[in-house]
């Protein structure tokens, strides 16, 4: 079997949309296809089969479900709602053979747009449960004395803990997360933080002493500047979650997942 993504959008097609399996041929390389499931939807996480109590329902344990005790590898990749899983499991005359699945991927209910009047909100901690983030920590030894020395500004701390948290990828698998803000705007005062495949840019107004109350302003791909009072988190909450958000991701996805494109488990 020749593989391409092509390859992997039959594949995928044949087990539709919710939970199922396949079995492909032995002479299929199961690393070539984790590599193109990597390519579309980020760096796997490698499941643990051998009784390993932290493989749950939160890092992608359905996936096992269908070999009971003969999987023997298994890779898993988070998008949407969905698990997807690409490995080798032993069929029943017990040859080991590369296999497919999918999965029904449990994620939180979605929060309410707007918090409750007087709430007291942490930003990025509302971010992981929208998301349903359930790694730890990405980049917890950033040296940002390093970056913000080299930038010569302090940043915004939600925007640090972001980065700590997540590391190097994209919310939804669209909304890019920069692991250094990129200055090129700098001489209109802007600090870029995220950006999108549609060319839109997702800046700081980097006016004052105090980062942490930064505006945020989208460059827009024909550069237009719109201007939102609020933090980075909490602009990324609203975007991911508000249907009526003019930069929403809402119409597009029901569930929200970050799309790692590293992986140190």
Not at 104 to 118: M, T, Y
Not at 136 to 142: G, K, S, T
Request: proline content about 7%; glycine content about 6%; hydrophobic content about 40%.
């Amino acid at each position: 079997m020749e593989l391409t993504q092509s390859t992997v959008n039959d594949l995928l097609d044949r087990l539709g949309p919710g939970d199922d399996h396949m079995y492909l041929p032995g002479d299929l390389d199961p690393e070539a296809l984790a590599d193109l499931l990597a390519d579309r939807y980020g760096a796997p996480r490698t499941l643990v089969l051998d009784a390993d109590p932290t493989v749950d329902d939160s890092r992608g344990a359905a996936l096992l479900v269908p070999f009971a005790d003969r999987a023997v590898t298994m890779r898993a990749w988070a998008y949407g709602d969905q698990w997807v899983g690409t490995g080798t499991a032993r069929d029943a005359e017990g040859i080991e053979r590369p296999v497919l699945v999918v999965a029904h991927r449990e994620v939180p209910e979605p929060l309410a747009v707007a918090p409750d009047e007087g709430e007291d909100v942490d930003w990025v901690e509302r971010l992981i449960r929208i998301t349903g983030w359930t790694r730890p920590a990405r980049r917890p030894d950033v040296d940002w004395v390093e970056v913000e020395s080299r930038l010569g500004t302090l940043l915004p701390s939600d925007y640090k803990r972001m980065v700590e948290t997540f590391g190097v990828g994209a919310f939804d698998g669209y909304l890019d997360l920069n692991q250094d803000p990129w200055t090129r705007l700098r001489e209109d005062g802007l600090l870029i933080w995220a950006g999108t495949e549609h060319e839109d840019l997702y800046c700081w107004r980097a006016d004052g002493d105090d980062p942490d109350r930064w505006p945020v302003v989208v460059r827009s791909f024909d550069s237009q500047d719109v201007r939102f009072d609020c933090q980075a988190a909490e602009f990324v909450c609203r975007i991911l979650v508000d249907p009526h958000h003019p930069f929403t991701m809402a119409r597009y996805f029901d569930t929200h997942w970050f799309m790692n494109y590293r992986t140190n488990d």
